[in-house]
Nanobody, 118 residues
Framework: QVRLVESGGGLVQAGGSLRLSCEASARAFRSYAMAWFRQAPGKEREIVAS????????YYADSVKGRFTISRDGAKNTVFLQMNSLKFEDTAVYFCAAGIYFGRQDYWGQGTQVTVSS
C-alpha cells in the first residue's frame, strides 16, 4: 500500500507560481511512476503531467506544456509539480497518483486545492 499526501496548494494571482509536493509513505515509491491530475468543478479529472519511476520519461498535457514541470526526489519519496505562469483555468483540485508502470494509477492522494484569481 502506498499512501500519498499532497501539499502546496493555495490561492495565487494569475501569472504567479506554486509548487505542489506529494510525499509517498513507502520506499517502494522509487519504483512507481507518478502523475498529477486535476479536476475543476463540473469537469472530469484530467491528467496534467506524469513521470517514470527513474525520471527518464515525462508527459505533459498540452494545456500546461512550457509552464509546468514535474520532477521527483527518490531520497525524499516526493514528487513535485512546479507551476509557473498560472492561469485562471488552472483552478482545480490537484491529485497525486502512483502506478506500477508509466500511465497507470494504482494509488491516489486526497487532493490539494489550487485557486488562481484573474
Amino acid at each position: 500500500q502506498v499512501r500519498l499526501v499532497e501539499s502546496g496548494g493555495g490561492l495565487v494571482q494569475a501569472g504567479g507560481s506554486l509548487r505542489l509536493s506529494c510525499e509517498a509513505s513507502a520506499r517502494a515509491f522509487r519504483s512507481y511512476a507518478m502523475a498529477w491530475f486535476r479536476q475543476a468543478p463540473g469537469k472530469e479529472r484530467e491528467i496534467v503531467a506524469s513521470i517514470s519511476w527513474d525520471g527518464s520519461s515525462t508527459y505533459y498535457a498540452d494545456s500546461v506544456k512550457g509552464r509546468f514541470t514535474i520532477s521527483r526526489d527518490g531520497a525524499k519519496n516526493t514528487v513535485f509539480l512546479q507551476m509557473n505562469s498560472l492561469k485562471f483555468e488552472d483552478t482545480a483540485v490537484y491529485f497525486c497518483a502512483a502506478g506500477i508502470y508509466f500511465g497507470r494509477q494504482d494509488y491516489w492522494g486526497q487532493g490539494t486545492q489550487v485557486t488562481v484569481s484573474s
